[in-house]
Nanobody
Framework: QVQLVESGGGLVQAGGSLRLSCAASGRTFSNYAMGWFRQAPGKEREFIAR???????????YYADSVKGRFTISRDNAKNTLYLQMNRLNPEDTAVYYC????????????WGQGTQVTVSS
């Protein structure tokens, strides 16, 4: 498994932007599929986006409909870091955001960060 630490959360006004980062330990970060999830108070954890390796240096991204066109997932393998650029934020985006890693051969995300709070004011 890999150790994950999120950062970049905070308070932002509606319409604003934030970029979350997720620092990962380990030497095989480039092989992991990575994802972002969020959990709002009283709600179940929700998938947001994932980025998966499909070639030697090619990655595939996939987004939940709720964030498609507003959020962008990316990664810098040289820095062992995953990012989530969030634009046009609205109060419904308020949640704790988690990054997650899926080991090679695993069907599910099996490593999780501690989460970072994002609060969007109206």
């Amino acid at each position: 498994q890999v150790q994950l630490v999120e950062s970049g959360g905070g308070l932002v006004q509606a319409g604003g932007s934030l970029r979350l980062s997720c620092a990962a330990s380990g030497r095989t970060f480039s092989n992991y599929a990575m994802g972002w999830f969020r959990q709002a108070p009283g709600k179940e954890r929700e998938f947001i986006a994932r980025i998966s390796r499909i070639g030697s240096s090619t990655y595939y991204t996939y987004y939940a409909d709720s964030v498609k066109g507003r959020f962008t997932i990316s990664r810098d393998n040289a820095k062992n870091t995953l990012y989530l650029q969030m634009n046009r934020l609205n109060p419904e985006d308020t949640a704790v955001y988690y990054c997650a890693a899926r080991s090679v051969g695993s069907a599910d995300f099996d490593s999780w960060g501690q989460g970072t709070q994002v609060t969007v004011s109206s």
